[in-house]
């Protein structure tokens, strides 16, 4: 219902806060979904915040890590996987042990 009303005033972008907190697997693939399809057909700009990294990889085509406030990382996720800061590679070691693939 949010998302259908902050529509309602054909915004340019839409920003998406822990879409997947509390929602079960099959929940989240589906919000996945809809925001790749309102993004695509409605041309919006899409900004998720998500500690899901499983979620980020299908919707992301840019990724900003954040840590103790300021942006650590701005690319790509293949970008991201790649780079060498440490807090980034501790905090991707860190959700694989949580969330193996």
């Known amino acids: 219902m949010a998302i259908a009303r902050a529509l309602a005033a054909r915004p ?6 822990e879409p997947t907190t509390m929602v079960d697997p099959l929940m989240a693939h589906l919000l996945g979904d809809l925001i790749q399809r309102l993004k695509q057909q409605l041309r919006l700009t899409s900004i998720v915040v ?8 299908k919707l992301a085509d840019r990724v900003v890590f954040l840590h103790e406030g300021k942006a650590r990382f701005f690319g790509t996720m293949a970008e991201m996987k790649q780079s060498e800061d440490s807090v980034l ?12 693939r």
């Open 12 to 17: 340019s972008a839409i920003l998406y806060d």
């Open 50 to 57: 998500t500690h899901d990294m499983r979620f980020a990889e």
């Open 89 to 100: 590679q501790r905090f991707l070691k860190l959700d694989e042990l949580v969330l193996p």
